[in-house]
C-alpha cells in the first residue's frame, strides 16, 4: 500500500480551489517544506516556536507520514494554513488482530483562516483516501470532543488519570519479583520499544506505534524542558526478560518541603502483571514523595487493589480518547472477535457515504460473518455510534438511551461488549 504517493483526493482538492487554497501532499525531502508544515502544527497547537534541532527530529518523526498542507498563496507566508498527517497504525481489536488503520495527526487550521471548511476538506480529503485505500478503519485522537462526531467518528476507549497519596497508602499487593533497574533512556530505546509493542498488541485498543511515537514514551524529546529530570527504570523478570518500564519526572513541592515531591509519570509500560506489580510498588514508595500522578490509564487500572487504602488512590480525570471511524463495516466487524455468538441485522447511516449499508452479523465460536442484506433492521445506527462500540466498551446502553442506537440495543450490547475493556495508553 504505497501510502505516501497515493493521489490527492479530488473533492477536497475541488472545495479548496473554489475558495482559492491550494491542497498538496510534501514531499518529505523537501526539508524547508516540511519545516515550515511543522512550525504550522507546533503553532496550531499553541506550542512554541520550534528551535533548528527540534526542527530537525520532527522531520525525522514525521518522514514515515502523509503530510498533507493547504497554501493560501495569495497570503503573506508560505507556510500552510492547514495541516493534518496520517499513516497506517497497526490498531490492535478485541481477539488480539491487529488491523492496519489510518491513523490521522497533526489536525490544524491556522487562527487567521478558521471556519470556512478547511477541516472539513481536511478530514473529508483523509477519511476517501484511505477508503480508496482499502483500510477498514479510520482511528485519531482529540483536542476537543465535539470535533469529530460530525464526520463519523465514535469515541471507542476512555481513559483515567489518577493521583495517589504516597504518605497514606501502604503497599497491599503481594508479592514483586524480578528486578528494577535505573537505565539511561538513550540506551533503553530498542528495549523499551519491544516492550511497548508487547503491551500494545496485548489490549485492544492500543496502537502499534512508529519509532517516533514509542521515543515519546521512553523519552526525552529534543526541547523537552524537563528532559534533565526524566527518569527511566525498568523491570526485567526474574529469568532476566524485559518486561516494562516506568518513565517519571520528580517535580519540587510548591511550598519547599523537601519530604512532599511529586512524581510525574511520562509513561508506565506493563506487559506482565509482575511488572505492573512491581513497578507500582517502585513508584508509591518513592522516599520523599507525597504524590504520584499519573494519566492515559486504562478505565480499569487495579490500582486501589493494590493499596491498603483505597481512597488515596483517586481517579481525577475520566474521558473519552480514541476515536474509532469506521470505513468497512465487514472487514471490521470480522477482524474482531465476540464473547458471545448470535445473530443480527444492523443498519449503518453514513453521511459520507463511505461505509453505510445494512448487514447482517453472525458470530459463530466467536467469529463473525458480516453480509450485506435486504432483512429487516434489529439495530440502526450511526456509523459513529458502531466505531464507538467496536472496541467492545460499554457504551451501548448510553447510546441507546440517548437515542442514538434504535433497535434492540441490548442485544447489541450481549454481542459487542468485551470482558476486558479496551484502552490506549499513549495519544497520537
Ligand atoms: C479544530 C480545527 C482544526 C477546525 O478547523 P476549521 O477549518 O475551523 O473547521 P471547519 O471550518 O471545517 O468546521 C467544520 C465544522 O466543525 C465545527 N467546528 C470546527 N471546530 C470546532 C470546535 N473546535 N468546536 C466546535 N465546533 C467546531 C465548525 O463550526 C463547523 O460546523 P458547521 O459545519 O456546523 O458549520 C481548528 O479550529 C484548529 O486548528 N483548532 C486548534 C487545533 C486543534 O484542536 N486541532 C484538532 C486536533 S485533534
Known amino acids: 500500500m504505497d501510502y505516501l504517493t497515493a493521489p490527492l483526493d479530488e473533492t477536497s482538492r475541488a472545495a479548496l480551489a473554489a475558495t482559492g487554497l491550494r491542497y498538496a501532499v510534501l514531499d518529505n525531502d523537501d526539508a524547508a517544506a516540511l519545516e515550515g508544515w511543522i512550525r504550522a502544527d507546533f503553532r ?33 507566508t508560505s507556510d500552510p494554513v492547514g495541516t493534518v498527517n496520517t499513516w ?21 487550521v491556522a487562527p ?18 484511505a477508503h480508496a485505500l482499502g483500510l477498514p478503519l479510520a482511528i485519531l485522537t482529540v483536542s476537543e470532543s465535539v470535533i469529530y462526531g460530525r464526520w463519523g467518528f465514535g469515541p471507542a476507549t476512555w481513559a483515567t488519570a489518577w493521583s495517589v497519596d504516597t504518605k497514606r497508602v501502604g503497599w497491599a499487593g503481594g508479592e514483586t519479583p524480578g528486578r528494577l533497574s535505573f ?16 503491551v500494545m498488541a496485548s489490549r485492544a485498543g492500543e496502537i502499534g506505534l512508529e519509532p517516533y511515537l514509542a521515543k515519546r514514551l521512553i523519552g526525552p524529546m529534543k526541547g523537552d524542558p524537563d528532559a534533565d529530570k526524566l527518569r527511566l527504570v525498568r523491570y ?3 529469568e532476566g526478560e524485559p518486561e516494562g518500564f516506568v518513565t517519571y519526572v520528580l517535580k519540587d513541592d510548591p511550598e519547599d518541603d523537601f519530604t512532599r515531591h511529586t512524581v510525574v509519570v511520562n509513561h508506565l509500560a506493563a506487559a506482565t502483571p509482575e511488572a505492573l506489580r512491581t513497578l507500582w510498588r517502585f513508584l508509591i514508595e518513592l522516599d520523599l514523595v507525597a504524590e504520584v500522578k499519573v494519566w492515559t490509564r486504562g478505565v480499569d487500572e487495579p490500582y486501589q487493589s493494590l493499596v491498603n487504602d483505597i481512597r488515596g488512590a483517586r481517579v481525577t480525570e475520566l474521558q473519552d480518547h480514541l476515536w474509532v471511524r469506521i470505513l468497512d463495516v465487514p472487514a471490521a466487524l470480522q477482524a474482531r472477535t465476540y464473547e458471545r455468538d448470535g445473530s443480527l441485522v444492523i443498519d449503518v447511516a453514513d453521511d459520507l457515504g463511505l461505509a453505510g449499508d445494512r448487514f447482517r452479523l453472525t458470530v459463530r465460536d466467536g467469529r463473525a460473518e458480516v453480509q450485506a442484506t435486504e432483512d429487516t433492521a434489529d439495530v440502526s445506527l450511526p456509523v459513529a455510534a458502531l466505531g464507538s462500540a467496536y472496541l467492545g466498551h460499554d457504551v451501548v446502553r448510553g447510546l441507546s438511551l440517548a437515542g442514538r ?4 440495543a441490548e442485544a447489541l450490547d450481549r454481542l459487542f461488549r468485551t470482558t476486558v475493556p479496551p484502552r490506549l495508553s499513549t495519544w497520537f
Open 88 to 108: 497506517p497504525a497497526p490498531l490492535t481489536v478485541p481477539g488480539g488482530a491487529r488491523v492496519d488503520s489510518w491513523a490521522i495527526s497533526s489536525v490544524t
Open 405 to 408: 442506537i434504535q433497535g434492540d
Open 183 to 198: 537505565a539511561e533512556p538513550a540506551e533503553y530505546e530498542e528495549t523499551g520499544a519491544r516492550v511497548l509493542d508487547r
Open 112 to 129: 487567521t483562516h478558521r471556519r470556512r471548511g478547511i477541516a472539513t476538506a481536511l478530514l473529508g480529503g483523509e477519511l476517501r483516501t
Open 236 to 238: 526485567d523478570s526474574a
Open 44 to 76: 496550531g497547537f499553541h506550542g512554541k516556536r520550534p528551535s533548528a534541532e527540534v526542527l530537525e527530529e520532527a522531520r525525522g518523526s514525521f518522514a514515515g507520514r502523509r503530510n498533507t498542507g493547504v497554501y493560501d498563496d495569495e497570503g503573506a
